[in-house]
């Protein structure tokens, strides 16, 4: 069983950054890929970003690519979403998300893909 734990969130100005982190207790993210989802209010939870703990390949949903940048930090054992130039539509409920993939090309975007999930971190963008 793996848990999720994310940390990081808060309220920022417009223009602004965040870090976010998603930590595994557990055990280490090695031979999973993990994910970042969104929720803002009245909206369904969306794709944001993905990397796979080998090799640290990424992919990004269009709205955030050039601006947020998901990494891993093999010291701590987390995957980062560094967030920049942040706009108000960024406002939302973050989650982490993680599965098992031994698949060197598979980078998973739907929710249903994914097995464990994090409980969420509030991130807060003002105009």
């Known amino acids: 069983q793996v848990q999720l734990v994310e940390s990081g969130g808060g309220l920022v100005q417009a223009g602004g950054s965040l870090r976010l982190s998603c930590a595994a207790s557990?055990?280490?993210?090695?031979?999973?890929?993990v994910g970042w989802f969104r929720q803002a209010p009245g909206k369904e939870r969306e794709f944001v970003a993905v990397?796979?703990?080998?090799?640290?390949?990424?992919y990004y949903a269009d709205s955030v690519k050039g601006r947020f940048t998901i990494f891993r930090d093999n010291a701590k054992n987390t995957v980062d979403l560094q967030m920049n130039s942040l706009k108000p539509e960024d406002t939302a409920v973050y989650y982490c998300?993680?599965?098992?993939?031994?698949?060197?090309?598979?980078?998973?975007?739907?929710?249903?893909?994914?097995?464990?999930w994090g409980q969420g971190t509030q991130v807060t963008v003002s105009s």
């Open positions: 557990g055990r280490t993210f090695s031979s999973y890929v």
């Open positions: 998300a993680a599965r098992y993939s031994s698949n060197s090309y598979y980078y998973p975007q739907a929710m249903k893909e994914y097995d464990y």
């Open positions: 990397i796979r703990w080998s090799g640290g390949s990424t």
